[in-house]
C-alpha cells in the first residue's frame, strides 16, 4: 500500500498517533524536498517517488519513538536537525575500513530483521532475532562489517576483537529498589545493551560483583539500555514482572529496538541463555522450564 501526507498509517510508527504521524510525514518531507530529494512515504520509509530513479530510503520509525515524547512545538526543529544529519552523512559515503581494526572493532547486537536476510543467513543469532556483528565507530557513524574479509579478517579473528574491546567499554549504573527488589540499569551509549555478549565483564566491572550461583534476569529492550536482577531469593518473580513491563514499554517505544524479552542467565561456569518466560500477558505469566526449576530451590 502506498501512502501520502494525505492518511499516512500509524502501523510502522509506533508509538505516534494518527495525526502526529501526518504531521512527523509533512515535516520529514518538507526537509528532505529543501535538501534536494524528491520523495514519498511509504509503510514507514521515505523514499523515491519513481522506483526507477536513484535516491536515498530514510527510515522514520526510530525518529517517531524519539520525538513522540518531546513537545510537539520542537518537532520542526528536531525533523530538520535528523535529517540534514542524515543526508550529510550519506553524501559523504562510507567511513572508510578502520586502519588498525584490532583496536576499533566492537562487537554489537543487531536485529536480524534489520539486515537483508542473504547477508546473515549462515549467522547463527547471539539470542532469538539478534544478531552479534563486528562494527566500528567514527565519529558518531557506527559502520557494521557483515564480511570482515574487507578487512583482511576471518569472522572469528574480527569477533575476537570486537569482544575484547566490548569488555574494556564501561557503563552508567543506576540501581532502582522495585517493592523491595533491585534492579541494576545500565546506560552509556548505543553499544550498552551489546555488553550482554560479556555478561561477566559487566558483573565484574559494572557491578562489582561475584559471578552468582543463582544467575540473572536480563533484558536489553533497546540498543542503549541493559537491566539486570541478580537473583538470591523468590524476590526474583515481582524482579522479572518489573522487567517484563519495563523491556516491552522501551522495545515498544524507544529508539534502537532490540528485544522485549526477558532472560535467565546462569553460570556453568560460562554464561548460558534461557528464555525467562514459556508465556506472558497483560494477566499471565508462565515461568519457562529453567527458571521454574531454579526457584523452587528457594521453597
Known amino acids: 500500500m502506498t501512502t501520502t501526507t494525505d492518511n499516512p498509517s500509524v502501523d510502522f510508527l ?5 495525526p502526529q504521524v501526518g ?8 526537509v ?3 535538501l534536494g530529494y524528491e520523495l514519498m512515504y511509504r509503510d514507514g520509509v521515505l523514499q523515491p517517488t519513481d522506483p526507477r530513479a536513484s535516491g536515498p530510503i530514510l527510515g522514520l520509525s526510530n525518529l517517531a519513538r524519539a520525538i513522540a515524547h518531546q513537545d510537539p512545538a520542537g518537532w520542526p526543529q528536531a525533523v530538520e536537525r535528523h535529517f540534514t544529519d542524515l543526508i550529510r552523512r550519506l553524501e559523504e559515503g562510507v567511513p572508510d575500513p578502520p586502519a588498525d581494526p584490532e583496536r576499533a572493532l566492537v562487537q554489537r547486537l543487531v536485529p536480524r530483521a ?12 547471539f539470542l532469538p532475532g539478534l544478531l552479534s556483528v563486528p562494527a566500528a565507530e567514527q565519529g558518531d557513524v557506527v559502520t557494521m562489517f557483515l564480511n570482515p574479509s574487507d578487512l583482511g579478517l576471518t569472522w572469528s579473528a574480527a569477533e575476537g576483537f570486537g569482544l575484547a574491546n566490548l569488555r574494556r567499554r564501561t557503563d552508567t549504573v543506576d540501581f532502582v529498589d522495585v517493592g523491595g527488589v533491585q534492579i541494576a540499569a545500565l546506560t552509556g551509549d548505543s553499544f550498552t545493551a551489546s555488553r550482554a555478549l560479556v555478561i561477566d565483564a559487566v558483573l565484574r566491572d559494572s557491578l562489582a560483583i561475584s559471578t552468582p550461583p543463582s544467575g540473572l534476569l536480563v533484558a536489553l529492550p533497546s540498543r542503549d539500555l541493559l537491566l539486570i536482577h541478580v537473583i538470591r531469593d523468590l524476590g526474583a518473580i515481582p524482579a522479572l514482572g518489573h522487567l517484563i513491563n519495563h523491556a516491552v514499554r522501551t522495545y515498544n517505544q524507544a529508539p534502537g ?3 522485549p524479552d526477558v532472560h535467565l542467565v546462569t553460570f556453568t561456569p560460562t554464561p548460558t541463555w534461557y528464555p525467562a518466560t514459556s508465556a506472558h500477558s497483560p494477566t499471565t505469566l508462565t515461568l519457562s522450564p529453567e527458571l521454574s526449576a531454579l ?3 528457594f521453597s
Open 257 to 259: 529496538p532490540l528485544s
Open 23 to 30: 504531521r512527523l510525514v509533512c515535516l520529514a518531507l518538507a
Open 114 to 125: 534489520a539486515l537483508p536476510a542473504e547477508w546473515t543467513a549462515d549467522r547463527p543469532d
Open 14 to 18: 509506533s508509538p505516534l498517533t494518527g
Open 32 to 34: 528532505v524536498r529543501r
Open 295 to 297: 526457584l523452587k530451590e
